[in-house]
Antibody
Framework: QVQLQQWGAGLVKPSETLSLKCGVF????????WSWIRQPPGKGLEWIGE???????NYNPSLENRVTISLDTSQKLLSLRVSSVTAADTAIYYC??????????????WGQGTLVTVSS | HSALTQPASVSGSPGQSITISCTGT?????????VSWYQQHPGKAPQLMIY???RRPSGVSNRFSGSKSGNTASLTISGLQAEDEADYYC??????????FGTGTTVTVL
């Protein structure tokens, strides 16, 4: 059974860089894209971006100048960095596997989520 | 891409059927049969309920079904049960390897 386990700093100061990790258990990286999705408190979901095991990335155009997604296949780790954060980046951040076999993509499974608050 | 439009709330009595709409544009929902639906209970991560417009993952109740017409996708829950009370989000492939989610719908079981 595939499981995604997240961790990272829950409090980040404005203008600094948010950094989160997601460990992948029970699945190979190949054949999938690996995504980050966020949800501001009380609001809807927003797709941030994705990466595959070849290092190909796709980003939400509204965020791509501040976002970096990377993959460490040897440690089975997915990472997210968001630079120059503001209060608008306060959200629960989820990692998720994006299934692309015979489809353009759907997200399953998801990590447990990490609340990141941007505040001084 | 702007968020897909969903009604803020839908309610129904136990045993009834309800339908949640998800309206996009010709750049997303209208152009691709890659709409998925997610159920989210309070404090929990979203869970996949439907993918590719109408396909149901193993383990998801057959009371959940999906469809699409033009720029609008729909999720129908039949035989509504108390455990179905949750938030529901649609998601569509939007071209150029990007995705867009819906605004979300809160389902209340009366």
């Amino acid at each position: 059974q595939v499981q995604l386990q997240q961790w990272g700093a829950g409090l980040v100061k404005p203008s600094e860089t948010l950094s989160l990790k997601c460990g992948v258990f029970g699945a190979s990286f190949s054949g999938y894209y690996w995504s980050w999705i966020r949800q501001p408190p009380g609001k809807g979901l927003e797709w941030i971006g994705e990466i595959n095991n070849s290092g190909n990335t796709n980003y939400n155009p509204s965020l791509e100048n501040r976002v970096t997604i990377s993959l460490d296949t040897s440690q089975k780790l997915l990472s997210l960095r968001v630079s120059s954060v503001t209060a608008a980046d306060t959200a629960i951040y989820y990692c998720a596997r994006c299934n692309i076999v015979a489809t353009k993509g759907y997200f399953d499974p998801w990590g447990q989520g990490t609340l990141v608050t941007v505040s001084s | 891409h702007s968020a897909l439009t969903q009604p803020a709330s839908v309610s129904g009595s136990p045993g009834q059927s309800i339908t949640i709409s998800c309206t996009g544009t010709t750049s997303d929902v209208g152009s691709y049969n890659y709409v998925s639906w997610y159920q989210q209970h309070p404090g929990k991560a979203p869970q996949l309920m439907i993918y590719d417009v109408s396909r149901r993952p193993s383990g998801v109740s057959n009371r959940f079904s999906g469809s699409k017409s033009g720029n609008t996708a729909s999720l129908t829950i039949s035989g509504l049960q108390a455990e179905d009370e949750a938030d529901y989000y649609c998601c569509s492939y939007a071209g150029s390897n990007t995705f867009v989610f819906g605004t979300g719908t809160t389902v209340t079981v009366l």
